[in-house]
């Protein structure tokens, strides 16, 4: 009996022993895989520099390509493309056409700015999400979210340089602000879809109803990118949003969100990196401050939430 029990022990010992080298392993696997696509999330302000075509015209190229190898991917996989709802379906819809106008708020945002300041004003988007959260999930608000909340406001109120319409870099921040609250909301909408949905179902639905949306408003504008633009267009669409996006979505099944969202607080860092290194732009004192200031909101944020669980 007691050589029994030894042996019943060990096993237990040695399963949990392999269990936690797989977990670590998985772990491991997920944080290369979730800092591999904030890595490439932080290229796409670059394009709207690269790619000598309007914000709308780079948005529609960009869901387009996605849209058409996300499908590629799920048919070779063989995932289902049923959407079991009919008020999702239009759901879906609804956050196709938000998540267009917030790539393109982006990246108008870029064009008008900086790769630096479009970053940091997307950045703010938690500010967002600590008063629409309450509302779509029916949360109290607390004092300290709305603390940090009014730091960020702070952190890019401090970039503008000069409050007039005329100034192309203070529209740019405006319009920054629109792309940082589509995408709170955009957040928001898709907590509500990964509980239903797989994460690729979801971006394939959304990105394809992105394009369809922007459709008409091309055939009025025309879409004529030249054989380098083209290959642009094809690398932000598969790789830096179909690819990057897969890769995160992938990651957040072995990964607390905490974790997750302190990776995603680093595209910013990149963005302004290789702003830096690939087109000469240096970030000013101002957005350095407000940088410093949102970043370190966004973590002090994701630390706190993760010392309350």
């Not at 799920?74 to 709802?85: G, H, Y």
């Not at 479009?118 to 999400?129: D, H, M």
């Not at 995160?248 to 607390?256: E, H």
Request: hydrophobic share 55%; charged share 15%.
């Amino acid at each position: 009996m007691t050589i029994t029990v030894l042996v019943k022990r060990s096993g237990r010992f040695s399963g949990c022993k392999t269990d936690f080298r797989e977990r670590a392993a998985l772990k491991k696997r997920s944080l290369l895989l979730v800092n591999t696509a904030v890595l490439l999330f932080g290229l796409a302000g670059l394009f709207a520099r690269w790619i000598r075509m309007p914000a709308l015209s780079i948005t529609f190229g960009r869901v387009l390509f996605s849209s058409i190898t996300l499908g590629i991917f799920m048919l070779v996989r063989k995932e289902s493309f049923r959407v079991a709802d009919r008020k999702d379906v239009l759901k879906l819809i609804c956050a196709g056409f938000i998540l267009a106008l917030h790539w393109w708020s982006f990246l108008a945002s870029v064009q008008l700015s900086t790769v630096a300041v479009g970053t940091i004003t997307f950045s703010s988007f938690p500010l967002f999400v600590t008063f629409l959260e309450p509302l779509f999930f029916h949360q109290k608000l607390k004092p300290r979210s709305v603390l940090l909340a009014a730091l960020i406001l702070a952190g890019v109120i401090i970039t503008v340089p000069e409050v007039s319409f005329e100034n192309d870099y203070f529209v740019g921040i405006l319009v920054g602000m629109v792309s940082a609250l589509t995408y709170a909301v955009l957040t928001l909408l898709n907590r509500g879809f990964v509980r239903r949905y797989s994460g690729t179902l979801t971006a394939f639905y959304e990105q394809t109803a992105a394009a369809v949306v922007l459709l008409p408003l091309i055939l009025k504008t025309g879409f004529h990118p030249g054989p380098s633009d083209l290959a642009l267009l094809l690398f932000l669409g598969i790789v830096t949003t179909a690819a990057a996006h897969t890769m995160f979505i992938t990651a957040l099944k072995d990964l607390p969100a905490w974790l997750a969202g302190i990776c995603s607080s680093m595209e910013t860092v990149y963005g302004i990196l290789f702003a830096m290194l690939f087109l000469g732009e240096v970030p000013g004192f101002r957005e350095i401050v407000g940088a410093v200031i949102i970043i370190g909101c966004v973590l002090a944020a994701q630390l706190t939430a993760d010392q309350a669980q």
